[in-house]
């Protein structure tokens, strides 16, 4: 509930259902570029396992296999990556989308210098 | 896309195809699967890094020349075709482009010393005597006839320099005119301390080649001068009509709407300030995005229904750099020459995507509306004007003609009622 000096909300706030239907398909691009990526990496472990058999049977650190190295620490680290750069690039998508001129419109008021 | 990553994928998939076949139907026995997987893995990579070099083409021969050119630029005084392919002066007549040019001339020159003036001062000074002959320093005496006269001035004297050392070496000067197509704008002078002048064929043949590199510098400054102007007439072209009608429209919703009409009067605050504020030729298509979101806004609220707009946005897209003002325009065409003529209206789709493979960014702006004549068309894509026609597209074709060359599309495909659809393709930048 504004009170009687609040200015109200901003303009930018009010953005047209086509532009946010444009995010909207902009940023599903995204997640579905990004679940690709995901899928596609997980596809690669049993598939690698069926290819070569040094990933199922070659040794690396502590005897622990190429296979077990990614299923144990290689998928988390792949899943925060992921992860942070869907979170990131969804968040910039939507900040240029929507809202006002945004990040990297021209600064300042009033009349140009020149 | 025809000429973008799909049909990579494409032949990926065929190589991939073919490499089963030829690995594990055909060869006998067949080859291990990690084998066939690192030769498609070796394939696919060779493809998708020469694709983009393919696309290109073979390099031009002007490219292949230009290498030489370069490492000779290095070699200074090797010879005056050196000096000549050289580009010291492209920036114009300046201290510094003045100074490298007298450095590059004067081993040429039998250890002559070598001077370039504007129409007053000594721009650059090299050689015998460059202890007292500085940057800066007044133009000798016989400059003026050069300048005035724009003829070759023989000094045969060492009294006749003017120069106030006693122990100057300089005896004699061939002193000639440096233009940049009619005007004479400096001179190229050429001393020798032996009392013999330097052969005025080739100091006057130097200065040819440096007034053609001044020429060119003023050419390229006025092309410059060009396309500014082109994008402040785009600028101030913003239509009246547009504004007037803009603000009847605010008008007529004041007093049932006052919210809306606040709306409308950031949006138009939002337009012109970005018209007004934007410096430069490139902006990143996010901002470009911005802008022609509140154009249609406004022409929505004018319009209503009657406008309907859809948006296609790739999310690589957003950050990349295209010509200001270029996508607005575009919209605005589709808008006032294609909906507005249907009494249903119609719909205007801006698609935009980036191909990093062949490192080109696509704009596309379609309309369903009323579009246009094959005649109408036919003119517009020959570049013909008549009065009474807008000048956006021919600002926009000349404006990207400027920028990028040969190295953009801009193509238009329309039908009678069955709209219109413009492709733009730039270089991604």
């Known amino acids: ?114 | 896309m025809s000429n973008g990553s799909l049909p990579l994928a494409g032949v990926i998939a065929l190589l991939w195809g073919a490499m089963y076949l030829v690995t594990q139907v055909l060869a006998a026995p067949p080859l291990g699967t990690g084998t066939t997987v690192l030769i498609g893995a070796g394939l696919t990579t060779a493809l998708v890094v020469g694709y983009p070099s393919a696309l290109r083409g073979p390099r031009s021969k002007g490219r292949t020349r230009s290498a030489p050119a370069r490492l000779q630029q290095g070699r200074h005084g090797t010879t005056i075709a050196a000096v000549g392919r050289s580009m010291p002066l492209r920036s114009g007549l300046t201290a510094d482009g003045a100074r490298r040019t007298a450095q590059l001339l004067q081993p040429l020159l039998s250890g002559a010393a070598v001077a370039i003036t504007d129409r007053e001062r000594v721009l650059a000074f090299a050689g015998p005597g460059a202890g007292h002959h500085r940057s800066g320093d007044a133009a000798a005496p016989p400059t003026a006839g050069a300048l005035s006269r724009g003829k070759t001035v023989l000094v045969r004297r060492g009294g006749e320099l003017g120069c106030p050392a006693p122990e100057c070496p300089l005896r004699t000067a061939v002193i000639a005119p440096l233009t940049d197509g009619k005007r004479t704008v400096g001179t190229l002078q050429v001393f020798r301390c032996d009392g013999a002048l330097t052969p005025r064929g080739v100091v006057e043949g130097l200065a040819g080649i440096l007034s053609l590199h001044l020429e060119l510098a003023e050419l390229n400054r006025r092309q410059r001068l060009a396309v500014d102007a082109k994008l402040d007439a785009l600028r101030a072209q913003i239509n009246p009509h547009f504004l007037f009608n803009t603000l009847n429209t605010i008008a007529s919703k004041a007093h049932t709407d006052p919210e809306e009409t606040r709306q409308l009067l950031v949006r138009l605050s939002d337009f012109f300030r970005y018209v007004v504020r934007q410096e430069g030729h490139f902006a990143k298509f996010g901002q470009e995005y911005f802008f022609v979101r509140t154009y249609v806004s406004l022409e929505q609220a004018r319009y209503g229904e009657r406008v309907r707009v859809r948006y296609d946005i790739d999310p690589q897209v957003l950050t990349a750099r295209v010509p200001v003002l270029i996508i607005q325009p575009l919209v605005e065409n589709a808008i006032k020459h294609g909906l507005t003529d249907k009494v249903e209206g119609g719909t205007v789709t801006l698609k935009a995507r980036v191909d990093p493979l062949t490192r080109t960014t696509s704009i596309r702006v379609a309309d369903d509306g009323a579009g246009i004549p094959a005649d109408v068309l036919e003119r517009i894509s020959n570049g013909e004007r008549r009065p009474g026609d807008g000048q956006g597209l021919s600002n926009i074709a000349g404006r990207l003609a400027s920028l990028y060359g040969e190295r953009y599309r801009l193509d238009i495909r329309s039908s009678e009622d069955g709209g219109t659809v413009v492709d733009l393709q730039t270089p991604l930048g």
């Open chain 1, 1 to 114: 509930m504004h009170d009687r000096h609040d200015p109200g909300p901003p303009a930018e706030e009010h953005d047209t259902p086509a532009e946010v239907d444009a995010a909207f398909r902009t940023l599903r691009r995204v997640a579905l570029g990004h679940v690709a990526v995901f899928t596609g990496v997980l596809a690669a472990v049993p598939l690698l396992t069926g290819a070569l058999a040094w990933w199922s049977q070659g040794r690396l650190f502590g005897g622990m296999s190429p296979m077990f190295a990614m299923t144990a620490f290689g998928l988390y680290a792949f899943f925060f990556t992921v992860c942070l750069a869907a979170a990131t690039l969804s968040n910039a998508v939507e900040e240029r989308m929507l809202g006002g001129p945004g990040r990297d419109a021209p600064r300042g008021d009033g009349p140009p210098a020149a």
